[in-house]
């Protein structure tokens, strides 16, 4: 089992910009694929950034030049950095696991994450 926390959500202006964190415990992997998705109310998750083991980055079209997630072994939390914020980035965002790595292409179906956090909340006012 892999557990996964979140935090560093909140509430900005648009401009803004938080660091979400995401904790990692239980039968961790080295060769995890670890993402971030949001989910807006009564939307489907959507795909924002995932980070291959070895360090390379994949963003969705829509987070591109204002987001960047990173990972730090030593501490098994992943970051995603959230820049130049706007009202339409407003979601709950989840931290996800696949254990035997990415996906290549990247994927970014949730069914293919068997792990995810409870969410942390980022509100974006105009």
């Known amino acids: 089992q892999v557990q996964l926390v979140e935090s560093g959500g909140g509430s900005v202006q648009a401009g803004g910009s938080l660091r979400l964190s995401c904790v990692v415990s239980?039968?961790?992997?080295?060769?995890?694929?670890m993402a971030w998705f949001r989910r807006e109310p009564v939307e489907e998750r959507e795909g924002v950034a995932l980070v291959y083991a070895e360090g390379a980055a994949y963003y969705a079209d829509s987070v591109k030049g204002r987001f960047t997630i990173s990972q730090d072994s030593a501490t098994k939390t992943v970051y995603l950095q959230l820049n130049s914020l706007k009202p339409e980035d407003t979601g709950m965002y989840y931290c996800?696991?696949?254990?035997?790595?990415?996906?290549?292409?990247?994927?970014?179906?949730?069914?293919?994450?068997?792990?995810w956090g409870q969410g942390t909340q980022v509100t974006v006012s105009s």
């Open positions: 996800a696991a696949r254990p035997w790595g990415c996906t290549i292409p990247p994927t970014w179906r949730p069914s293919q994450y068997p792990y």
């Open positions: 239980g039968n961790t992997y080295s060769s995890a694929c």
